[in-house]
């Protein structure tokens, strides 16, 4: 039976370490202070927020809700960036993506706008960049983020290790891959060109599954031994919930299958997904931090 590898335990950590460092800023007259940005009322990036605030708040960071209306155009979103960018009280932007539809072919022109030293969900070049150089010019997407937070905490030393990315995605597999290289592992990514991604992911140390595919990592990809970091959130229409009726999120990993063979495994719900939000507040601490250096 493997290791589960559980948020539950990486948060009270993570959260101890962001509560501290909130208290230390405050008595030195900073007060960390998150924006949220969402245009429209999707539900999804309702949920989100409401979880963040929570979170946010039950650590000490104030948090600023900016509500616009969906059909936005262009020039209002690049204003409303460029106040927060020139305002010194907000150190973390979150915008809600994906953007509305007209505005989706300007997106990434929108989010370039946002000074990096603000991007907490590393969604701008500069934060890129970053990640790639290995030096602190914004920071990388919360959700590889979590992924190394998961591995420190349990102590899995990359040094030296092979590790497997599947899913070559700005906002996970390549950020992932970078940040597994810094800490001194041997990376390769899979992807949809890849001939043997089975092959591939069996030779791996530390096997990360980003590819969004329910039920694509079956024991065919795995072998005894393994880290497994399962970074997917899917809808699994076949899976009893919580209240006992079909439907309930699951990860690309067919965990049945998967479990009882590797070392350790992160489950979905319950582990990647789960410390995304206390990195991101983390994140918006370390942003305070920054203006002080």
Known sequence: ??????????????????????AALKERGVNPTLAIVRCGERPDDLSYERGATKRAESLGVAVEKIVLSENISKEELL?????????????????????????????????????PRKD???????????VFAGKALG?????????????DHYGIDCTGKKAVVIGRSLVVGK?????LMSRNATVTICHTRTKDVAAEARAADILVSSAGVLGSLTKDFVRPGQIVIDVSINWDPE??????GKG???????FEEVEPIVEAITPVPGGVGAVT???????????AQRTLD
């Not at 039976?1 to 909130?22: D, G, H, P, S």
């Not at 920071?139 to 591995?151: G, H, Q, R, S, V």
């Not at 309930?248 to 067919?254: H, L, N, Q």
């Open 248 to 254: 309930a999120i699951a990860g690309d990993a067919v």
């Open 79 to 115: 204003s409303v960036i460029d106040a927060l960018n020139r305002n010194d009280a907000v150190h973390g932007v979150l915008l809600f993506r994906p953007l509305p539809k007209h505005l989706k072919a300007d997106e990434d022109e929108i989010c370039n706008r946002l000074d």
């Open 175 to 179: 950020p992932a891959a970078m940040m």
């Open 1 to 22: 039976m493997a290791k589960l590898l559980l948020a539950k335990e990486v948060n009270e950590k993570l959260n101890e370490r962001i509560t501290a460092q909130c």
């Open 277 to 287: 939000t206390s990195v991101l507040i983390g994140h918006v601490v370390e942003a």
């Open 239 to 244: 899976k009893i919930n919580a209240k006992g």
């Open 139 to 151: 920071f990388a997407p919360c959700t590889p983020a979590a992924c190394m937070e998961i591995l």
């Open 120 to 130: 907490v969900d590393g969604m701008t070049d500069g934060s890129a960049a970053g």
